[in-house]
T-cell receptor, first 111, second 114 residues
Framework: KQEVTQIPAALSVPEGENLVLNCSFTDSAIYNLQWFRQDPGKGLTSLLL?????REQTSGRLNASLDKSSGRSTLYIAASQPGDSATYLC??????????FGQGTTLQVKP | ETGVTQTPRHLVMGMTNKKSLKCEQH?????MYWYKQSAKKPLELMFVYSLEERVENNSVPSRFSPECPNSSHLFLHLHTLQPEDSALYLCASSQERVGGYGYTFGSGTRLTVV
């Protein structure tokens, strides 16, 4: 059974810092790994999707990597801004298509 | 707005009421999902539909009844709910159920059961 864990649960950094959010999963037979952003009380916005055959994806200041052998994915945020404050969720997809979510990392970027 | 639209955005209902949540996607996706997000818990998958056929029911109580009349619309019918059912209900879609396609989520319906 796939389980997804995110560390840390919460993170507070000053504006401008580079930061890394971690995601680990128990089943290496993962189809893809998707990172989402959720603002308070809102839905999920997809940030990056890493397919099984890929190792990383980049979008602007965001870079996500996937290492299936170690069961880990990281989301790197460069030059953080107050607008990046949100909860970041990672989710892994099994070969049956089921998307399993971690509990999220709540990020606060202080001006 | 994302490609997945959910209505209403907020809903307050009594335990004896019957209400429905609606989800609509115009992305041409063939799979649709209902998720429940409670405070301090990871998102929980409730139902999966592929080509309008329910392919998964994740041990959800019968007071939640899904309906998928076509590949663009998904409903969640609610009746005799409990206060612990209060949560954010999220709809999502993907190109296909299997194959590693990414999910697109709606903005959710915030449900409060009183």
């Amino acid at each position: 059974k796939q389980e997804v864990t995110q560390i840390p649960a919460a993170l507070s950094v000053p504006e401008g810092e580079n930061l890394v959010l971690n995601c680990s999963f128990t089943d290496s037979a993962i189809y893809n790994l998707q990172w989402f952003r959720q603002d308070p009380g809102k839905g999920l916005t997809s940030l990056l999707l890493i397919q099984s055959s890929q190792r990383e994806q980049t979008s602007g200041r965001l870079n996500a990597s996937l290492d299936k052998s170690s069961g880990r994915s990281t989301l790197y945020i460069a030059a953080s801004q107050p607008g990046d404050s949100a909860t970041y969720l990672c989710a892994g997809s099994s070969n049956t298509g089921k998307l399993i979510f971690g509990q999220g990392t709540t990020l606060q970027v202080k001006p | 707005e994302t490609g997945v639209t959910q209505t209403p955005r907020h809903l307050v209902m009594g335990m004896t009421n019957k209400k429905s949540l609606k989800c609509e996607q115009h992305l041409g996706h063939n799979a649709m999902y209902w998720y429940k997000q409670s405070a301090k818990k990871p998102l929980e998958l409730m139902f999966v539909y592929s080509l309008e056929e329910r392919v998964e029911n994740n041990s959800v109580p019968s007071r939640f009844s899904p309906e998928c009349p076509n590949s663009s619309h998904l409903f969640l019918h609610l009746h005799t709910l409990q206060p612990e059912d209060s949560a954010l209900y999220l709809c999502a879609s993907s190109q296909e159920r299997v194959g590693g396609y990414g999910y697109t989520f709606g903005s959710g319906t915030r449900l409060t059961v009183v």
